[in-house]
């Protein structure tokens, strides 16, 4: 890639300069008590709590850390903007990044203004009252309809109002790269742009992955749907040595060796291209040799483990068993002189419905299966990543931890992101 990074625009100098930082802050709250009201109250001992809401993983938040730190302690005033959730382009209080504020300030160690609109009069005061090394986050950019119009004059406008808070633009939103929004790939034609050092650092891994990867190289896919992964699936068969398939869509590929997978997760026009797709894959793909069936998709449901080929057609498949994770497990681990196992690992998707306690098990025994291994493995990002530390796992036992979920499969894919694009320009 030919693209500036964060270091070019620091050696330029960036002291009294305004910098807008486009963040993906786009975390999970847990909503308590109620809306928020009060943006400016305290937050609680747990972090980012406010008035009921409660930030659940500031993965995302901390992620963008090295890249803030980086500009406040050069005398920059940083701006930072955001989306959080799926807004209906209008103010909604339940998508607010109110939280995040506080949150990203007990983060910095330093207060972070808040600006309670995007481009309004509250954005321009809050960036004009800034001093040197000072920090504000503005309002979620979806709450204006131009951040994802599909109108190039209306986007355009958006980022127009955008770029004119800021003397320098900085993309440390990797998780949002694949989007082409008014922040992510207009505001980078209107002002001086470069890398965060997230994103850049997001692209270095996974260009491994898609360069010329250690082998054994293998992949494990989970999550609900297999028309979600089937590009990346197309994409990988080729270049993996194993391919590792469990979650809601591993039923799809159950059904498609013709057997009974009750009332679990289908996609049934998706049955023929995965039998297709295992005739083509040569012994590639690994699919589960026992789940987890219930009585019900409920966290109290009654179930118990059951053979991949033999669940009951009232029952419904919520996580990979025991001899599935076994066998996962072996062919993750890493033999000498690399044989056997993995070398290098790339991870999207959990085993089952890890949410719930009963049918976690299947994640965490992959999880600390890649954990355990010696490759070199890439989590990718989503629920993934939420996994991982929902699961109390330790996040230094993987190689990396990407931000983003969609933008790293679209990466793997060989499709063009059009905020890494943007950059390139």
Known sequence: MSIRTLDDLLAEGVSGRRVLV???????????????????????????ALDGV??????????????????????????VCSHLGRPKGAPDPQFSLGPVAARLGELLGVPVHFATDTVGDSARSTVAGLADGEVALLENLRFNKGETSKDEAERGAFADQLAALADAYVDDAFGAVHRKHA???DVPARLPHV??????????VLSTLTGNPERPYVV???????????AVIEALLPTVDRLLIGGGMCFTFLKAQGHEVGSSLLEEEMVETCRNLLERAEGKILLPVDVVAADAFAPDAAHDVVPANGIPSHRVGLDIGPESVAGFAAALKTGSQGQGGARTIFWNGP???????AFANGTRGVAEAIAESEAFSVVGGGDSAAAV??????????GHISTGGGASLEYLEGKTLPGIAALEN
């Open 195 to 204: 890398a965060g050092r997230l994103v850049l650092r997001e692209v270095e």
């Open 220 to 230: 494990v896919l989970g999550g609900s749907k297999v028309s979600d992964k089937l």
């Open 22 to 48: 486009r963040a993906d802050l786009n975390v999970p709250l847990d909503k308590q008590t109620g809306a928020i009201n009060d943006h400016n109250s305290a937050s609680a001992p747990q972090g980012g």
């Open 183 to 185: 922040s992510v790939f």
């Open 389 to 398: 530390r929902a699961l109390g796992l330790d996040e230094k036992s993987f």
């Open 351 to 357: 085993m089952g419905v890890f949410e719930m306690p």
């Open 54 to 79: 409660r930030i659940a993983d500031d993965g995302r938040i901390r992620a963008v850390l090295p890249t803030v730190g980086a500009l406040t302690e050069a005398g920059a005033k940083v701006v």
